[in-house]
């Protein structure tokens, strides 16, 4: 099994309430999460909130996120980066599963690193 390592996604800035998927496995292709990097740009801010969902296909095709689903949720103060990283790698494995990220209170961005099956 060969594997493309490094960087799964480029920088996903997410608004304030919202959740996107951050990247979604094709072809029954398994995606090895290794870690979340979050970052809250707006300095001053008291603090925001990083949401992590590893959402399971929903017939094939990208589910929904919610609180039957969340890995992750964490703090990040303004200007602050956290670094999200399991003990053992997220694996998604079936086409259409998703791992998605959210925001409370403001504006994070997320990088997503790890390998997929080439």
Known sequence: MALERGKLTDVIAV???????????ASNKKVYVKSIIAHAPLVGLA??????????????????AGTTNVLFNVDVF???TVLIEPS??????????TLQVGTGATTINFLVTGDKEA
């Open 15 to 25: 608004g304030l309430g919202n959740t996107v998927a951050a990247l979604t496995v």
């Open 47 to 64: 603090s925001g909130t990083a949401q992590v969902y590893m959402v399971p296909n929903s017939g094939g095709s990208a589910g929904t």
């Open 78 to 80: 303004g200007g602050e």
């Open 88 to 97: 053992y790698p997220i694996v998604l494995t079936s086409t259409g599963d």
